[in-house]
């Protein structure tokens, strides 16, 4: 079984003073999709590299705590993380988006039918099979944003790690993420996403983690994204932010169908 | 042409600069680049990919354009070395280091023209190299068109902020100068970058890549390339003797 | 009075893929357009057609009386603010301070009004603690932010931007709409490319819609984001406020945070009523 789990973990990045990630406790298993929230720079985009064994080991910088993963290195059976940056995660070395998606199984060295069912597989579920033959280069943002996706995917992590992963993505295609973020979850791999996007999580997330300055300032189920102290923090779901700027009492609700629930019951 | 054996394509770079040197000048070295001007001049279409998404493809169009660009390519690097072997040395010296040089030059410009990064790893994991060693060198090759998008991507951000790239001397430098660090100061900061991101595509030290498609490798072609290097020793020994 | 920006008939293609076909469109001074659709509808093409980074096929593109099709983008860069995709690799300059004065540098605009110019676009992202910083030393999302203050110091009369807001947070998104607002204020048209609909309701008045090249849609807003059916074939979501407003019911069908926060307390206080 996939597990992850940090204890007491800090991170400084190389030379700086001031911990990214301060005395985060944290653990995940397969079937499990856990949503870091927090302001830009509140940690998650390390918790991820911490996470997926590139911090330090890649990034450089000092670690504290114990960072626990049952599972391989990267890519088969291990971790695997889609950047923020998709234009910096291709590998430059394809004509063909086939072959962009196939570069990740390649370099685990699997038998070539293997590597053809994986990236097949993975193209189809990030919708673009139809762009299989196209250059990488004449990509749009949000297509090239799907074949890292699709690349990262096709490798078979066992723990699966997003940072914005609906940035460039149409609302279609956020809602296409989305769905396939919990159906990984349903087949068991781990799930770990930083996002922005608050609105998608209550249907998405098992377990909302809000970071602040580094540190995990509170875990809990998504309903977190409807308290007081989260709406204050920029944190709440669009519904619960406008149900408490109306001065309506709380609990706020944290989705349309809540406050539905809760307008009817008033 | 594209579609030779990337070692093939290698080695005949390799002699064309071997045998500019090894050749007695100036015939030698003018015949080794009557070669590689002929060679460049057929390049044809088929340049390699841009490495960097928003650029919109090469859009290349078949027939004599890309050769002739490839020539172009290859005479405007070789210009300035021209000039300063004419002002430290006699003719004579000129003519014959100015024509090996050129060739060095020409059959550079074309090998990057030609031959396909991608193709390159493929056919070096296939020879039984580590992935990692074989991106090393592709990517040494392919710098040179990442360079040129992410230069681009600068130039217009550059002019969309009022920078023009065009008019006399003066405001060219100016334009060159305001291009130059930042290129070479972004670039590397993209090695961090692209060192996470290899990492998580499974690029890590001693990864024993599977070859997905990897390039035909015909008798012939091999047959050539011994030929070729057979050529190589057999003009050091006629120069040795 | 003359548009800031108008479109006539505008096509393009990169090869034989079209791209835009026969785009027609104006915007006056201050108004605030949000051109969207799916990715791949041609959002990004218009943009740097209206940079001048490229010429459209057919038909032409104005920019109050200049024609783009007579002027380079560093001319432009005088009447035409732009970030694009990718914005963080627009940077090129050592500091953020630096990165942002270029473009009124290269204008040739005097040091003091430089300064100020700078000074100002900082201040309206609050970018004034990473002004000393290298580009390259910041998050995306402060980098983002740096290339859209690069913009702002030009103060030009047409901003047009590439997805200014993805991956950044709430607060982040304020600091980027009440920029914008300023600017509009001031004259400023704004062209604004964006996935976020959400961020779009708050600033934006005018929806220009993308399909396939074609403009499918040039209404306003806040009718659009109200009428859910029409959006769903334009590869379009309601953002929750306006979902939640139709849920409910709110009178005015207000799509922005404020309004819908207004409305439900006036509505929640009238429901009261009675039974207090």
């Known amino acids: 079984m996939t597990r992850l789990s940090l204890e007491h973990v800090s991170f400084w990045y190389p030379a700086t003073d001031t911990p990214a990630l301060a005395d985060v406790s944290l653990e995940v298993a397969g079937g499990e999709v856990v949503a870091l929230v927090g302001a830009v720079g509140a940690g998650a985009s390390t918790l991820l590299l911490v996470a997926a064994d590139l911090a330090p080991r890649v990034v450089g910088g000092r670690l504290e705590g114990a960072v626990d993963f049952r599972g391989r290195g990267n890519g088969e059976g291990g971790r695997g993380i889609v950047l923020p940056t998709p234009w910096t995660q291709v590998s430059g070395m394809a004509f063909t988006v086939w072959d962009e998606v196939a570069f990740g199984p390649a370099n685990l060295g699997w038998p070539r039918e293997q590597i053809t069912r994986h990236v097949d597989r993975a193209l189809a579920r990030l919708d673009i099979a139809a762009l299989r033959a196209r250059e990488p280069a004449t990509l749009s943002g949000g297509e090239l944003q799907r074949v890292i996706i699709a690349g990262i995917l096709a490798m078979d992590p066992a723990l699966v790690l997003f940072d914005e992963p609906t940035a460039e993505l149409d609302p279609a295609g956020a809602r296409m993420l989305w769905r396939l973020v919990r159906s990984l979850a349903a087949e068991g791999k781990a799930v770990i996403v930083a996002t922005s996007d608050l609105d998608a999580l209550p249907d998405v997330a098992d377990r909302v983690v809000w970071l602040e300055q580094g540190r995990a300032k509170k875990i809990g189920p998504p309903a977190l994204l409807a308290e007081d102290a989260l709406c204050a923090a920029g944190l709440g779901t669009a519904v619960a932010v406008v149900w408490r700027a109306g001065g309506l009492p709380r609990p706020y609700p944290l989705t349309v169908d809540d406050a539905v629930r809760l307008w009817r019951h008033r | 042409m594209t579609r030779l054996h990337p070692f093939t394509l290698l080695a005949l770079a390799a002699a064309l600069v071997a045998l500019a040197w090894l050749l007695p000048a100036p015939w030698g070295a003018a015949g080794t680049l009557a070669v590689a001007a002929v060679l460049a001049l057929f390049s044809g279409a088929g340049l390699t990919p841009g490495a960097s998404p928003g650029s919109t493809g090469t859009g290349m169009s078949p027939g004599w354009r890309p050769g002739l660009v490839v020539l172009r390519t290859a005479v405007v690097t070789a210009a300035p070395f021209w000039l300063f072997l004419f002002i430290l040395h006699d003719v004579s010296t000129t003519v014959a280091l100015g024509l090996r040089i050129t060739t060095m030059v020409a059959s550079v410009v074309w ?35 990442v360079l040129k998008a992410r230069a681009q991507r600068i130039v217009e951000a550059q002019r969309c902020r009022g920078l023009s790239p065009r008019g ?74 | 009075m003359t548009d800031a920006l108008r479109l006539e008939r505008v096509s393009f293609a990169y090869g034989d893929v079209t791209a835009l076909a026969e785009v027609s469109f104006a915007l006056g001074p201050g108004e605030r357009a949000a051109l969207l659709g799916r990715n791949g509808a041609g959002k990004s093409t218009l943009v740097r057609l209206v940079t001048g980074l490229r010429r459209p096929a057919a038909g032409s593109i104005w920019v109050e009386d200049w024609d783009t099709r007579d002027r380079p983008p560093e001319q432009l860069a005088r009447r035409v603010g732009s970030m694009f995709q990718y914005a963080d690799q627009q940077l090129f300059a050592r500091t953020v301070r630096d990165d942002v004065s270029f473009g009124p540098r290269a204008l040739g605009f005097a040091a003091p009004e430089v300064q100020q110019r700078v000074g100002r676009a900082l201040a309206a992202l609050g970018l004034e603690a990473h002004a000393a910083h290298h580009p390259y030393d910041l998050p995306p999302a402060f980098r983002k932010l740096a290339a859209l203050a ?58 220009l819609v993308l399909d396939r090249g074609r403009l499918a849609c040039d209404e306003p807003l806040a009718g659009l984001l109200a009428a859910p059916p029409r959006l769903e074939p334009l590869g379009l979501a309601p953002p929750a406020v306006a979902a939640l407003s139709r849920a409910l019911g709110l009178p005015g069908a207000p799509v922005r945070e404020a309004d819908a926060a207004r409305a439900l307390a006036r509505v929640a206080a009238g429901r009261r009523a009675p039974l207090d």
């Open chain 2, 111 to 145: 090998l990057v023209a030609v031959l396909a990064p991608a193709r390159l790893v493929e056919a070096m994991v296939a020879a039984g190299w580590r992935a990692g060693t074989a991106y090393l060198f592709a990517a040494t090759l392919s710098a040179v068109p």
């Open chain 2, 168 to 241: 006399g001397l003066g405001p060219r430098v100016r334009a060159l100068r305001a291009l130059a660090l930042p290129l070479i100061l972004s670039a590397l900061h993209e090695v961090d970058e692209r060192a996470l991101a290899l990492e998580s595509r499974g690029l890590v030290p001693g990864a024993r890549r599977t070859p997905l498609a990897p390039p035909p490798d015909r008798g012939a072609e091999r047959a050539v390339r011994w030929a070729l290097v057979a050529l190589c020793v057999a003009a050091l020994v006629w120069r040795l003797a």
């Open chain 3, 150 to 207: 690069g913009a702002l110091a030009l103060e030009p009369r047409l901003l047009v931007l590439d997805e200014p807001t993805a991956g950044l947070d709430r607060a982040l998104r304020a600091r980027v709409a009440s920029a914008l607002l300023e600017r509009a204020a001031a004259g400023a048209a704004l062209l604004v490319v964006t996935h976020d609909l959400a961020f779009a309701a708050e600033t934006l008045e005018r929806a």
